[in-house]
Protein backbone atom coordinates (compact mmCIF):
# COMPACT_ATOMS: atom_id res chain seq x y z
CA UNK A 1 0.00 0.00 0.00
CA UNK A 2 1.08 3.81 -0.81
CA UNK A 3 -0.16 6.52 -0.78
CA UNK A 4 0.02 9.17 -3.18
CA UNK A 5 -0.75 12.51 -1.32
CA UNK A 6 -0.23 15.16 -3.88
CA UNK A 7 -3.38 13.32 -6.28
CA UNK A 8 -5.03 12.19 -3.50
CA UNK A 9 -4.84 8.36 -4.36
CA UNK A 10 -4.55 4.99 -2.39
CA UNK A 11 -2.58 2.53 -4.40
CA UNK A 12 -2.87 -1.33 -3.24
CA UNK A 13 -1.03 -4.42 -4.50
CA UNK A 14 -3.02 -7.49 -4.34
CA UNK A 15 -0.27 -10.20 -3.80
CA UNK A 16 -2.71 -12.96 -4.18
CA UNK A 17 -4.44 -11.49 -7.17
CA UNK A 18 -1.88 -10.72 -9.03
CA UNK A 19 -2.95 -7.20 -9.25
CA UNK A 20 -1.85 -3.51 -8.25
CA UNK A 21 -4.99 -1.05 -8.07
CA UNK A 22 -5.40 2.14 -7.36
CA UNK A 23 -8.59 4.25 -5.75
CA UNK A 24 -9.20 8.02 -5.58
CA UNK A 25 -9.56 9.26 -2.05
CA UNK A 26 -12.58 11.84 -1.23
CA UNK A 27 -11.95 15.30 -0.84
CA UNK A 28 -13.04 14.92 2.63
CA UNK A 29 -10.74 11.67 3.13
CA UNK A 30 -13.72 9.40 4.10
CA UNK A 31 -14.25 7.31 1.07
CA UNK A 32 -12.59 5.52 -1.88
CA UNK A 33 -13.07 4.81 -5.17
CA UNK A 34 -11.69 2.25 -7.61
CA UNK A 35 -9.87 3.98 -10.55
CA UNK A 36 -9.38 2.23 -13.88
CA UNK A 37 -5.68 2.35 -13.21
CA UNK A 38 -4.77 -1.14 -13.35
CA UNK A 39 -1.99 -3.52 -13.43
CA UNK A 40 -2.18 -7.16 -13.67
CA UNK A 41 1.22 -10.04 -13.18
CA UNK A 42 0.30 -12.74 -15.44
CA UNK A 43 3.52 -14.48 -14.81
CA UNK A 44 2.17 -17.34 -12.69
CA UNK A 45 4.86 -16.88 -9.92
CA UNK A 46 5.37 -13.72 -10.20
CA UNK A 47 3.07 -11.31 -7.57
CA UNK A 48 3.23 -6.97 -6.28
CA UNK A 49 3.67 -6.81 -2.70
CA UNK A 50 4.94 -4.31 -0.75
CA UNK A 51 5.83 -0.33 -1.98
CA UNK A 52 6.59 3.34 -1.95
CA UNK A 53 6.81 6.19 -3.99
CA UNK A 54 9.78 8.38 -5.02
CA UNK A 55 9.58 11.99 -5.31
CA UNK A 56 8.03 12.03 -8.69
CA UNK A 57 5.26 10.09 -7.57
CA UNK A 58 6.38 6.84 -9.50
CA UNK A 59 4.89 3.86 -7.57
CA UNK A 60 8.00 1.40 -6.56
CA UNK A 61 6.46 -2.09 -5.94
CA UNK A 62 8.25 -5.19 -4.63
CA UNK A 63 7.93 -8.48 -7.14
CA UNK A 64 7.87 -11.67 -4.96
CA UNK A 65 9.18 -14.08 -7.24
CA UNK A 66 11.01 -11.99 -9.65
CA UNK A 67 13.98 -10.74 -8.11
CA UNK A 68 12.98 -6.82 -8.98
CA UNK A 69 11.02 -3.92 -8.45
CA UNK A 70 8.92 -2.52 -10.84
CA UNK A 71 8.26 1.10 -11.12
CA UNK A 72 5.18 2.75 -12.28
CA UNK A 73 4.26 6.24 -13.71
CA UNK A 74 1.02 7.29 -12.29
CA UNK A 75 -0.24 6.83 -16.41
CA UNK A 76 0.11 3.14 -15.53
CA UNK A 77 3.22 3.39 -17.71
CA UNK A 78 6.21 1.22 -16.35
CA UNK A 79 9.63 3.15 -16.20
CA UNK A 80 11.60 0.71 -14.97
CA UNK A 81 12.46 -2.75 -13.58
CA UNK A 82 15.43 -2.43 -10.81
CA UNK A 83 17.20 -6.13 -9.96
CA UNK A 84 17.83 -7.08 -6.66
CA UNK A 85 19.80 -10.16 -5.28
CA UNK A 86 17.37 -11.95 -3.97
CA UNK A 87 14.18 -13.73 -5.25
CA UNK A 88 11.19 -12.66 -2.71
CA UNK A 89 11.80 -9.42 -2.52
CA UNK A 90 8.76 -7.94 -0.23
CA UNK A 91 8.87 -3.99 0.72
CA UNK A 92 11.21 -0.83 -1.14
CA UNK A 93 10.77 1.75 1.22
CA UNK A 94 13.04 4.98 0.75
CA UNK A 95 15.25 6.06 4.14
CA UNK A 96 18.33 8.70 4.84
CA UNK A 97 18.24 12.82 5.52
CA UNK A 98 17.59 13.53 1.67
CA UNK A 99 15.34 10.37 1.04
CA UNK A 100 18.35 9.43 -1.17
CA UNK A 101 18.69 5.56 0.45
CA UNK A 102 16.30 2.60 -0.90
CA UNK A 103 16.34 -0.07 1.33
CA UNK A 104 14.64 -3.32 0.41
CA UNK A 105 13.53 -6.15 2.47
CA UNK A 106 12.87 -9.48 1.58
CA UNK A 107 11.29 -13.03 2.92
CA UNK A 108 13.18 -16.52 3.01
CA UNK A 109 13.42 -18.14 0.15
CA UNK A 110 14.32 -21.47 1.23
CA UNK A 111 13.63 -22.37 4.45
CA UNK A 112 14.91 -25.50 4.75
CA UNK A 113 18.68 -23.93 3.25
CA UNK A 114 18.20 -20.19 5.17
CA UNK A 115 21.24 -20.72 6.85
CA UNK A 116 23.10 -21.67 4.01
CA UNK A 117 22.55 -18.88 1.25
CA UNK A 118 22.32 -15.97 3.10
CA UNK A 119 20.74 -13.79 0.26
CA UNK A 120 17.52 -16.01 0.38
CA UNK A 121 17.42 -16.62 4.13
CA UNK A 122 15.21 -13.06 4.20
CA UNK A 123 17.25 -9.91 4.04
CA UNK A 124 17.57 -6.29 4.02
CA UNK A 125 19.63 -4.75 1.69
CA UNK A 126 20.08 -0.36 1.27
CA UNK A 127 21.99 1.71 -1.65
CA UNK A 128 22.15 4.99 -2.54
CA UNK A 129 20.39 6.37 -5.44
CA UNK A 130 20.13 9.15 -7.39
CA UNK A 131 15.80 8.57 -6.89
CA UNK A 132 14.46 10.42 -4.32
CA UNK A 133 11.76 9.22 -1.85
CA UNK A 134 8.57 11.40 -1.43
CA UNK A 135 8.66 13.09 2.29
CA UNK A 136 5.15 13.94 1.79
CA UNK A 137 4.43 11.16 4.81
CA UNK A 138 7.01 11.75 6.73
CA UNK A 139 7.25 12.26 11.00
CA UNK A 140 9.73 13.03 13.76
CA UNK A 141 10.16 10.76 16.72
CA UNK A 142 10.95 12.62 19.83
Known amino acids: MAF??????????DTKARQ??????????????????????????????????SSDQAYWVAVIDGYRLDVFAQEVTPIASVEVPFNKVTMPCFAGEKMQYLVVTSSQSKPENS????????????????????????????
Open 20 to 53: IHNYQISADNTSLKLTDWKVQYTNATERPDGATL
Open 115 to 142: LNDKLESGCLIAAETQFRGSNSLLCEFE
Open 4 to 13: NTESCLLYLA
